[in-house]
């Protein structure tokens, strides 16, 4: 499997937890993610970040936001 079809066969569930925990559309969810360093870590290939569980991820974003 490619890159890119693992980010996107994992993007929905790490959206969905965005969702979930602060309240906000997918769409709203999605710019929070890419706009975070996580998202930006997550869609560079050399990080090899895409390679990671979705909770592993959601769990370096919350890091981010200084949640726990």
Request: aromatic share 12%; proline share 3%.
């Given at each position: 499997?490619n890159?890119?079809?693992?980010?996107?066969?994992?993007?929905?569930?790490?959206?969905g937890?965005?969702?979930?925990?602060?309240?906000?559309?997918?769409?709203?969810?999605?710019?929070?993610?890419?706009?975070?360093?996580?998202?930006?870590?997550?869609?560079?290939?050399?990080?090899?970040?895409?390679?990671?569980?979705?909770?592993?991820?959601?769990?370096?974003?919350?890091?981010?936001?200084?949640e726990?």
């Amino acid at each position: 499997m490619n890159h890119a079809t693992t980010r996107t066969a994992i993007l929905p569930e790490i959206v969905g937890m965005i969702q979930k925990k602060y309240g906000l559309g997918e769409d709203d969810a999605l710019r929070m993610f890419y706009e975070s360093a996580t998202g930006a870590s997550f869609a560079d290939d050399e990080t090899g970040l895409y390679g990671q569980s979705p909770n592993y991820i959601f769990g370096l974003f919350l890091q981010e936001q200084g949640e726990k």
